[in-house]
C-alpha cells in the first residue's frame, strides 16, 4: 500500500459559515467547503500510509485532521478478483492428500527394499560373488544417475575440488559398507544379516562419545542395552551362523557409523540427489579394485560359466540389473521420505522397514530359525524402535530450541 505526501496540496475554502463557527466546540462538523486541489509538482514523492489532509478551514484544523486511506488499484482488482473466486487457483493433488503422498513413499521404500534383498539373496543362490555384484548395484545406479542428468531431471550440479575433497570419505566409507554387508547377505541368512546390523545405532553412539566427544545421554545407552542383548542371544543359535557373515555385518556398521560423521562434516548445498550420485560414482571407484583382484580370476575361469549354465544368460544379467536398479531406487526413495517427514517418523518408519525385511525374507527362502533366535531378534528390533524414538525426540528438541534461539 502507498502513501501520498502532499506538501502543494491546499484547500480553497470561502468564509467559514457562521453556523459553523457556532458549532466549532462539537466534534464533527457538520460542513465542509469544497475541495479544490493544485497540480503536483513532478518530482514529488510517495512517503507515508495515508493521505493526510491538513488544509482544511480554521474550524476543522482545531479540531483534527481527517485520514484518508491509500488503496492501490492493483490491490482492489485482486479483492475484487478474489471475492469473484477468480484468483483462487485449484489445488494440486500433492497439496490436498500430503498424507497419502508420503504413505506412498514409505509404501515404495519398502517395497523396493523388500524386492532388492529377496531378489539379491536369490543370485547370490547360483552367484556366490559379493565384490562383483557390489560393483553392478552401484554401477547401474551410476548410469541411471548419468541418464537423469542427460535429460535434466535432476539438473547435475559443478562438482568442485573442495567438495570433492569433502565427499571422498563419504564415499570409501559407503563402499566399505555396501561390499561387507553383501558379504554378509552372501554368507549367511538376509534375517541373521538384518538382526547384526541392528547394532549400527551402537556404533553411531561409541562413534559420538569417543571419536566425537560429544556427550550421550544416559537414556540413550540404556535403550541400546537390549539391541546387544537381543543380537547376541539371536547370534548363539542362529542355524546359518558363520564367522564371515557376522564379522561381515560388523565390518559394514562400523563403515556406515562412520559414514554419517563425515557425512556431517560434508554438509552442503547441494541437493540430496545430486550428493548421492556423486558418492555413488566414487564408491564404485573404490569397489572395482578389489572386486578385479579378489573374485576376477575366479570370475573369469569359472563364475560367469556356472551362472549362465544354471539360469541362462538373459535371466542372468536381467538379475543384474534389476538388483542395481533396486538397490539404487530404494536407497534414493528413502532419502526423499527423510526429506518429507520428521526425524521421528522416519526413526519409526526404518525400524519397521527391518521388520518387514527380516519377516519377508524368512517366508520367502523358508528359512528356519530357532525359539531363541527370534527371540532374540525381537528384543534387538524393540530396542532399535526405543533408541530411535529417545534420539528423534532429542533431536526435534534442539531443532526446536535452535529456531526459538534464531527468532
Given at each position: 500500500?502507498a502513501?501520498?505526501?502532499?506538501s502543494?496540496?491546499?484547500?480553497?475554502?470561502?468564509?467559514?459559515?457562521?453556523?459553523?463557527?457556532?458549532?466549532?466546540?462539537?466534534?464533527?462538523?457538520?460542513?465542509?467547503?469544497?475541495?479544490?486541489?493544485?497540480?503536483?509538482?513532478?518530482?514529488?514523492?510517495?512517503?507515508g500510509n495515508?493521505?493526510?489532509?491538513?488544509?482544511?478551514?480554521?474550524?476543522?484544523?482545531?479540531?483534527?485532521?481527517?485520514?484518508?486511506?491509500?488503496?492501490?488499484?492493483?490491490?482492489?482488482?485482486?479483492?475484487?478478483?478474489?471475492?469473484?473466486?477468480?484468483?483462487?487457483?485449484?489445488?494440486?493433488?500433492?497439496?490436498?492428500?500430503?498424507?497419502?503422498?508420503?504413505?506412498?513413499?514409505?509404501?515404495?521404500?519398502?517395497?523396493?527394499?523388500?524386492?532388492?534383498?529377496?531378489?539379491?539373496?536369490?543370485?547370490?543362490?547360483?552367484?556366490?560373488?559379493p565384490?562383483?555384484?557390489?560393483?553392478?548395484?552401484?554401477?547401474?545406479?551410476?548410469?541411471?544417475?548419468?541418464?537423469?542428468?542427460?535429460?535434466?531431471?535432476?539438473?547435475?550440479?559443478?562438482?568442485?575440488?573442495?567438495?570433492?575433497?569433502?565427499?571422498?570419505?563419504?564415499?570409501?566409507?559407503?563402499a566399505?559398507?555396501?561390499?561387507?554387508?553383501?558379504?554378509?547377505?552372501?554368507?549367511?541368512?538376509?534375517s541373521?544379516?538384518?538382526?547384526?546390523?541392528?547394532?549400527?545405532?551402537?556404533?553411531?553412539a561409541?562413534?559420538?562419545?569417543?571419536?566425537?566427544?560429544?556427550?550421550?545421554?544416559?537414556?540413550?545407552?540404556?535403550?541400546?542395552?537390549?539391541?546387544?542383548?537381543?543380537?547376541?542371544?539371536?547370534?548363539?543359535?542362529?542355524?546359518?551362523?558363520?564367522?564371515?557373515?557376522?564379522?561381515?555385518?560388523?565390518?559394514?556398521?562400523?563403515?556406515?557409523?562412520?559414514?554419517?560423521?563425515?557425512?556431517?562434516?560434508?554438509?552442503?548445498?547441494?541437493?540430496?540427489?545430486?550428493?548421492?550420485?556423486?558418492?555413488?560414482?566414487?564408491?564404485?571407484?573404490?569397489?572395482?579394485?578389489?572386486?578385479?583382484?579378489?573374485?576376477?580370476?575366479?570370475?573369469?575361469?569359472?563364475?560367469?560359466?556356472?551362472?549362465?549354465?544354471?539360469?541362462?544368460?538373459?535371466?542372468?544379467?536381467?538379475?543384474?540389473?534389476?538388483?542395481?536398479?533396486?538397490?539404487?531406487?530404494?536407497?534414493?526413495?528413502?532419502?526423499?521420505?527423510?526429506?518429507?517427514?520428521?526425524?521421528?517418523?522416519?526413526?519409526?518408519?526404518?525400524?519397521?522397514?527391518?521388520?518387514?525385511?527380516?519377516?519377508?525374507?524368512?517366508?520367502?527362502?523358508?528359512?528356519?530359525?530357532?525359539?531363541?533366535?527370534?527371540?532374540?531378534?525381537?528384543?534387538?528390533?524393540?530396542?532399535?524402535?526405543?533408541?530411535?524414538?529417545?534420539?528423534?525426540?532429542?533431536?526435534?528438541?534442539?531443532?526446536?530450541?535452535?529456531?526459538?534461539?534464531?527468532?
Amino acid at each position: 500500500m502507498a502513501s501520498i505526501g502532499l506538501s502543494s496540496l491546499y484547500l480553497c475554502s470561502p468564509k467559514p459559515h457562521p453556523k459553523v463557527l457556532h458549532q466549532k466546540n462539537r466534534p464533527i462538523l457538520s460542513r465542509f467547503s469544497p475541495l479544490a486541489f493544485s497540480p503536483l509538482p513532478e518530482n514529488h514523492t510517495f512517503s507515508g500510509n495515508v493521505l493526510r489532509f491538513s488544509g482544511l478551514n480554521p474550524v476543522s484544523r482545531r479540531h483534527r485532521s481527517v485520514d484518508f486511506p491509500i488503496v492501490s488499484a492493483s490491490a482492489s482488482a485482486s479483492a475484487d478478483a478474489d471475492s469473484e473466486g477468480l484468483t483462487k487457483p485449484s489445488k494440486s493433488f500433492a497439496a490436498k492428500y500430503p498424507a497419502l503422498i508420503t504413505g506412498g513413499f514409505f509404501f515404495l521404500w519398502y517395497f523396493l527394499n523388500v524386492i532388492f534383498n529377496i531378489l539379491n539373496k536369490k543370485v547370490y543362490n547360483y552367484f556366490p560373488y559379493p565384490y562383483f555384484v557390489s560393483v553392478v548395484h552401484l554401477l547401474v545406479g551410476v548410469v541411471y544417475c548419468l541418464v537423469s542428468w542427460a535429460v535434466g531431471l535432476p539438473k547435475r550440479a559443478p562438482l568442485d575440488k573442495d567438495l570433492l575433497v569433502l565427499l571422498t570419505p563419504v564415499a570409501f566409507c559407503h563402499a566399505l559398507g555396501h561390499v561387507m554387508s553383501n558379504v554378509s547377505f552372501a554368507a549367511v541368512a538376509v534375517s541373521f544379516t538384518h538382526t547384526i546390523k541392528a547394532l549400527e545405532p551402537f556404533f553411531n553412539a561409541a562413534a559420538s562419545q569417543f571419536v566425537l566427544g560429544h556427550q550421550i545421554p544416559v537414556a540413550l545407552w540404556l535403550s541400546l542395552a537390549p539391541v546387544v542383548f537381543g543380537v547376541c542371544m539371536a547370534s548363539l543359535t542362529e542355524l546359518s551362523f558363520n564367522w564371515t557373515g557376522f564379522i561381515s555385518a560388523m565390518i559394514s556398521n562400523i563403515a556406515f557409523t562412520y559414514r554419517s560423521i563425515y557425512s556431517k562434516k560434508a554438509m552442503t548445498d547441494m541437493d540430496s540427489t545430486n550428493v548421492y550420485a556423486y558418492i555413488s560414482i566414487i564408491a564404485l571407484l573404490f569397489c572395482i579394485p578389489p572386486a578385479i583382484i579378489i573374485e576376477g580370476p575366479k570370475l573369469m575361469q569359472y563364475g560367469f560359466v556356472d551362472a549362465i549354465a544354471k539360469v541362462g544368460l538373459n535371466k542372468f544379467i536381467s538379475d543384474l540389473f534389476w538388483i542395481g536398479m533396486f538397490y539404487h531406487l530404494y536407497n534414493q526413495i528413502a532419502t526423499n521420505t527423510l526429506e518429507r517427514v520428521a526425524p521421528l517418523t522416519h526413526a519409526v518408519g526404518n525400524v519397521l522397514k527391518r521388520v518387514f525385511v527380516i519377516g519377508f525374507s524368512i517366508v520367502v527362502f523358508g528359512n528356519r530359525i530357532s525359539m531363541q533366535t527370534g527371540i532374540g531378534t525381537v528384543i534387538a528390533i524393540i530396542g532399535v524402535a526405543i533408541y530411535s524414538l529417545i534420539k528423534a525426540n532429542m533431536e526435534e528438541k534442539k531443532r526446536k530450541a535452535a529456531a526459538a534461539a534464531a527468532s
